[in-house]
């Protein structure tokens, strides 16, 4: 079956910009989560969801970013008024409840 | 909370020879523990976790690590380095929902 997919691969924007990144997991995964790679500060975490819970969003850096799931499945990850140190790698990964995380290849987000 | 640490940004290897990467972590619980490699420009792929029992865990592409609890530690190896297995290799604990990373270690294999 499919793994997990992410569009676009690749963003170039510039500052002040809106962008929304998708991510669709697993068909079967009830969790879906967002990760930032970026070379300063490695891997972190951004947000998770998990079925009809409300999301964790403790890892959201500011409130210019936020995240949506709809229908339980696709997830855009918006990024309001985008600024350079926003530039990352941002990862998807799906698991079923709490077990082994899949991700997805990444969206390379680059803002000029 | 947990933290992780990868002993060694960066480590070079002939071909043939024993992969050795490090990882020290912490945890206040019985922690999940899984070793993670990126190839460029792609995500993530699983190479072992370690959940519960067995503490000598076997993954993909010859890589096994140990869980040693007395020692906080979750080392990887492998045996033989193979020119495919350079990489980045993330180390990552996780207490519930959100995985903590290490930051990395780089593998370069020569030939």
């Known amino acids: 079956g499919a793994g997990v997919s992410q569009s676009p691969s690749n963003k170039v924007t510039e500052k002040g910009k809106d962008v929304e990144l998708r991510c669709d997991p697993i068909?079967?995964?009830?969790?879906l989560y967002w990760y930032r790679q970026s070379l300063g500060q490695g891997l972190e975490f951004l947000i998770y969801f998990q079925g009809n819970s409300a999301p964790d969003k403790s890892g959201l850096p500011s409130d210019r970013f936020s995240a949506e799931r709809t229908g339980g499945s696709v997830s855009t990850l918006t990024i309001q008024r985008t600024q350079q140190e926003d530039s990352a790698v941002y990862l998807c990964?799906?698991?079923?409840?709490?077990?082994?995380?899949?991700f997805g290849p990444g969206t390379r987000l680059t803002v000029l | 909370a947990q933290s992780v640490t990868q002993l060694g940004s960066h480590v070079s290897v002939s071909e043939g020879a024993l992969v050795l990467l490090r990882c020290n972590y912490s945890s206040s619980v019985p922690p999940y523990l899984f070793w993670y490699v990126q190839y460029p420009n792609q995500g993530l792929q699983l190479l072992l976790k370690?959940?519960?029992?067995?503490?000598l865990v076997k993954g993909i592409n010859g890589f096994e690590a140990e869980f040693k609890k007395s020692e906080t530690s979750f080392h990887l190896t492998k045996p033989s380095a193979h020119m495919s297995d350079a990489a980045e290799y993330f180390c990552a604990v996780s207490e519930g929902s959100q995985l903590s990373f290490g930051a990395g270690t780089t593998v370069t294999v020569r030939a």
């Open positions: 990964a799906s698991s079923t409840f709490t077990d082994t995380q899949y």
């Open positions: 068909s079967g995964h009830t969790a």
């Open positions: 370690y959940t519960t029992g067995a503490t």
